[in-house]
């Protein structure tokens, strides 16, 4: 059974930074993909970034060049660098893991597999 932690989240003026982090509990944390989801109130729960097994990363168009995820194999987590924040990325944000051979359709949630609690992301305008 695999654990995800997230943590960093916080209170931040519009066009500041957060770095979110999510720590994950098991082993072979390389051979998994891994992902951020956001939910703003009242909405459903949208992907924001991937990252594979490989490295490879996809971003949501609304925090391209904004955002960056990253993963450190050897401290089994993954990280959400986001600058330039706006009102409208506030959100809970969640970390997401799936370890199946092939990530596809990463957008819909019935692709992952291990979820964390998620983290309050509040941007003040």
């Known amino acids: 059974q695999v654990q995800l932690v997230e943590s960093g989240g916080g209170l931040v003026q519009a066009g500041g930074s957060l770095r979110l982090s999510c720590a994950a509990s098991g082993s072979d944390f390389g051979r998994g993909h891994m992902g951020w989801y956001r939910q703003c109130p009242g909405k459903q729960r949208e992907l924001v970034a991937t990252i594979k097994s490989n490295g490879g990363t996809s971003y949501a168009d609304s925090v391209k060049d904004r955002f960056t995820i990253s993963r450190d194999n050897v401290k089994n987590t993954v990280s959400l660098q986001m600058n330039s924040l706006k009102p409208e990325d506030t959100a809970v944000y969640y970390c997401?893991?799936?370890?199946?051979?092939?990530?596809?359709?990463?957008?819909?949630?019935?692709?992952?597999?291990?979820w964390g609690q998620g983290t309050q992301v509040t941007v003040s305008s």
């Open positions: 997401a893991a799936s370890w199946r051979p092939l990530l596809i359709r990463a957008y819909e949630r019935a692709s992952w597999d291990y």
